[in-house]
């Protein structure tokens, strides 16, 4: 044994040696749990708010719709926002950690080094953008019987269409994420620093659903348009792709050129986006107490 004590101290420096994670595994995990909470709660709202803006129809219309096709078909294309969410929130909570940590250690200004951090988180974001394609398909009924599933679209897209077809949509995906991260992550930073903490934990619940609730709502009625653009993007198939003013113009033209008709589907949206994300902060702080 005493040979190998050398041996040992050397592996022992060998292994100090090596640069280590600057953020936590954890806080990819909590992204993740807080993530797949939420998706399956909200999935019915997002459907109805993707119907009004694919066929420019009311709620009800939109509801009735569902109601018709059935069970099965509202929850049709589940399991690509549930991939790409769950996979996203793991993206931009434990990146966000992992950038912003050792910016902050090199001297990096809190107020240069937090948007940067959650600017990137966002890019980071983007490469999941295959899921939000296929989750745009299997939504529209107009696809209904071109896809079977996730699996088949994913096949479809790539064998006739071509790799580009997975990441249609990307220009307005990136103007989303960065700007949007980093307005959440101030915002979340300053409600929990100057909401007033509970001794109990049903107040403590209330007070990180409603931060994160009016958080959400306030960013997604924000970039709605973003939203508005990319499924007209994404609603294509097998056409040459569109720039994002050509886009646009589509869409603004079929609107009756009435910039108030381009945010139909925001108040369902902002709806969402308030249970969502007030689900999604009470979800990630959970898994933050149980994980830490």
């Known amino acids: 044994m005493g040979g190998n004590s050398p041996d040992i101290s050397k592996l022992v420096n060998f292994l100090a040696s090596v640069p280590q994670p600057h953020g936590d ?13 939420n998706i399956t709660i909200t999935f019915p709202i997002n459907k109805i708010i993707f119907r009004q803006i694919i ?27 549930l991939c790409q969410k769950s996979l996203s929130l793991s993206l931009m909570f434990g990146v966000y950690e992992e950038c912003r940590i050792p910016m902050l250690k090199a001297n ?50 790539g064998a006739e269409y071509g790799f580009k077809e997975y990441y249609r949509g990307l220009t307005p995906i990136l103007l989303r994420n960065g700007p949007s991260n980093a307005l959440f992550f101030y915002l979340r930073g300053e409600a929990k620093d100057r909401l007033p903490t509970s001794e109990l934990w049903w107040g403590e619940i209330a007070k990180d659903f409603l931060s994160g609730a009016v958080i959400g709502a306030f960013l997604s009625s924000v970039f709605y348009p ?31 050129r009435s910039i108030l008709k381009l945010y139909r589907g925001v ?21 933050r107490t149980v994980l830490y």
């Open 55 to 81: 066929h420019d129809v009311g709620v009800s219309r939109a509801i009735q719709q569902l109601s018709h096709e059935g069970f099965f078909f509202l929850y049709r294309g589940i399991l690509p926002p």
């Open 108 to 157: 990096v200004p809190w107020y240069i080094a937090n948007p940067s951090a959650a600017i990137v988180a966002g890019t980071f974001e983007a490469i999941l953008t295959p899921f939000e394609r296929v989750q745009t398909l299997l939504q529209d009924r107009s696809y209904h019987q071109h896809f079977q599933n996730m699996r088949h679209a994913f096949r479809i897209l």
């Open 267 to 287: 108040h369902m949206n902002c709806t969402r986006a308030f249970v969502s994300w007030g689900v999604i902060n009470v979800a990630y702080e959970w898994s």
């Open 25 to 37: 595994w954890r806080e990819f995990l909590c992204g993740l749990s807080a993530a797949f909470v």
């Open 226 to 256: 973003c939203n508005v653009l990319k499924f007209h993007m994404q609603s294509r198939l097998g056409v040459p792709f569109q720039s994002m003013s050509e886009a646009f113009t589509d869409i603004y033209n079929e609107r009756n």
